[in-house]
């Protein structure tokens, strides 16, 4: 069983730039969640897809953006960057679609280290 | 809205220490509580969680009870090792409505070193 993957690892971008961040969720997961964090700090929720629909979107403005795929792999796209949105983005994974009151664990991949000068 | 407050680190103790690390929440409703851990170039790692008052959450050692009266969830354990080095992360998922994993709101980690 694979788990999550991110790519890249590391990206250098300039402010004003877009930017791409993929996720491959784990096998027979349909939901997933991306998270910001910066140094020091714990991980802020983005948004979550599910079933390629996006299910939840936390305080962050619409220059961000995502996508999920049929295959339930997701990118997150960043416009405009701006010297705060250098951080960590953290991806996670997790089986959707259960009752109310239950919780699915969310998988985590590695990261992406985003650096924008 | 839902936080989560975090002792402030960095938390530094020799082998076979005592550890705890304080967590405490707000929330209106009746959060699921989870402690989560980030070795060096990773991503986090579900430790432990209980998802009702008075439920103990344990995983290699370490452990964890809902506190609803206090609105606590501090993580400890009794002889901490070399390998327990990394952030600790207590968060909160509110399981109110249907349909996909709720989203997790974090503390702002505590980082730990054991030293040998």
């Known amino acids: 069983e694979t788990g999550v993957t991110q790519s890249p690892t590391h990206l250098i971008k300039t402010r004003g730039q877009q930017v791409t961040l993929r996720c491959s969720s784990q096998?027979?997961?349909?939901?997933v969640s991306w998270y910001q964090q910066a140094l020091g700090q714990g991980p802020q929720f983005i948004f979550q897809?599910?079933?390629?629909?996006?299910?939840g979107r936390g305080n962050f403005p619409p220059r961000f953006s995502g996508l999920q795929f049929p295959n339930y792999s997701s990118e997150l796209n960043v416009n405009a960057l701006e010297l705060d949105d250098s951080a960590l983005y953290l991806c996670?994974?997790?089986?959707?679609?259960?009752?109310?009151?239950?919780?699915?664990?969310?998988?985590f991949g590695p990261g992406t280290r985003l650096t924008v000068l | 809205g839902d936080s989560v407050t975090q002792m402030e680190g960095p938390v530094t103790l020799s082998e076979e220490a005592f550890l705890t690390i304080n967590c405490t929440y707000t929330?209106?409703?009746?959060?699921?509580l989870f402690w989560y851990v980030q070795y060096p170039g990773e991503g986090l790692q579900l430790l432990l969680k209980a998802t009702k008052a008075d439920d103990k959450g344990s995983n290699k050692g370490f452990e964890a009870t809902y506190r609803k009266e206090t609105t606590s969830f501090h993580l400890e354990k009794g002889s901490v090792q070399v390998s327990d080095s990394a952030v600790y992360f207590c968060a909160l998922s509110d399981p109110r409505g249907w349909g996909s994993a709720r989203q997790l709101t974090f503390g702002s980690g505590t980082q730990l070193t054991v030293l040998p």
């Open positions: 996670a994974s997790s089986l959707g679609g259960g009752l109310a009151g239950s919780y699915n664990e969310q998988f």
């Open positions: 096998s027979g997961h349909n939901t």
């Open positions: 897809y599910y079933r390629e629909e996006e299910n």
């Open positions: 929330a209106t409703g009746y959060p699921s």
